[in-house]
């Protein structure tokens, strides 16, 4: 498959990297709602997922962010696009390569806007190699003069309930083990990062240049558990791994996220943390908080 050749304007059009995966997969669905034309890139358009985004009205486009050809494609006659590389595949070294490829593709496109998917808080040096490699493609952007918005989401409301991140991620064995239950962390609901990115390309001159966090909630682990109890009659399923063994599972670099999150929030304080949640409501109005996300996903289950 290939893609098609776009015959109108491309002010509505978004190519979505990412299209079949958590943050693409929302903006694309979010770009879609908002009557955006969008371009999905995947590497399989047969997959369900791509199937059911072609089924929403989005323009299927076969692409690896490893082939240089194959992304000259995807751009053509696209001024707008939203990058996000996928380190937990492809590796800290396959994200930045892969980064680099698609921006230089954007620059040779003359992309108008890009909206990259970036992680943590924006400062060098996190220890968190999936963050750190992050900055080195914001870098290389600007490096290039792209017209770029970054956001970082924080820990996905997901992680409680989806069974993709059970058990690399063990929010509820593992993680409770580093952050420990009463520690107030950050979160954000997949979706109202899709929403947060459909407004922000709706807003190119408001938000170009812009480095944004985006924050849902702010609820410890144990207010989580009681959200969760309340809504379900029942305890999250739990596995308490031995650090050791999650270790050799998911990597360690699972858990220096989460040791750096602990300092994150000791460092920041819930009430900045708090305010992020208020300037992020302003790019996804109807946004969810813990309880709100847990009433939903158990309705659509």
Request: aromatic share 8%.
């Amino acid at each position: 498959m290939v893609c098609l050749e776009e015959q109108s304007a491309a002010y509505k059009q978004v190519l979505v990297f990412g299209a079949t995966g958590n943050i693409g997969g929302a903006a694309a669905r979010a770009l879609l709602k908002r009557g955006w034309r969008v371009r999905a890139v995947t590497r399989n358009p047969s997959s369900v997922k791509a199937q059911a985004l072609a089924t929403l009205g989005a323009e299927l486009c076969q692409a690896d962010m490893e082939d240089p050809a194959s992304l000259e494609a995807a751009f053509g006659g696209i001024k707008r696009a939203f990058s996000v590389q996928n380190w937990t595949t492809s590796g800290v070294a396959g994200e930045i390569r892969q980064g680099k490829l698609v921006a230089d593709a954007a620059r040779r496109a003359g992309v108008e806007h890009l909206v990259y998917g970036s992680a943590g808080t924006g400062e060098p040096d996190s220890g968190v190699p999936h963050f750190d490699s992050k900055l080195e493609v914001e870098a290389y952007m600007r490096a290039l003069g792209l017209p770029t918005t970054v956001i970082r989401p924080g820990p996905f409301m997901e992680l409680m309930a989806d069974k993709q991140f059970f058990p690399p991620a063990g929010i509820w064995g593992t993680g409770t083990r580093i952050m420990g239950w009463d520690t107030p962390s950050p979160w954000i609901a997949v979706d109202d990062i899709g929403v947060a990115i459909a407004n922000i390309f709706a807003a190119p001159a408001k938000w170009v240049g812009k480095e944004v966090e985006l924050i849902g909630d702010v609820k410890s682990l144990a207010e989580c558990r009681q959200a969760f109890v309340e809504r379900a009659g029942k305890q999250p399923f739990r596995l308490p791994l031995p650090l050791w063994l999650f270790r050799r599972m998911a990597g360690e670099e699972m858990i220096v996220m989460w040791q750096w999150l602990v300092d994150y929030v000791a460092a920041q304080g819930s009430a900045a943390m708090w305010q992020t949640v208020e300037t992020t409501r302003e790019l996804s109005p109807g946004l969810l908080d813990v309880e709100s996300w847990l009433d939903r996903t158990r309705t659509a289950a």
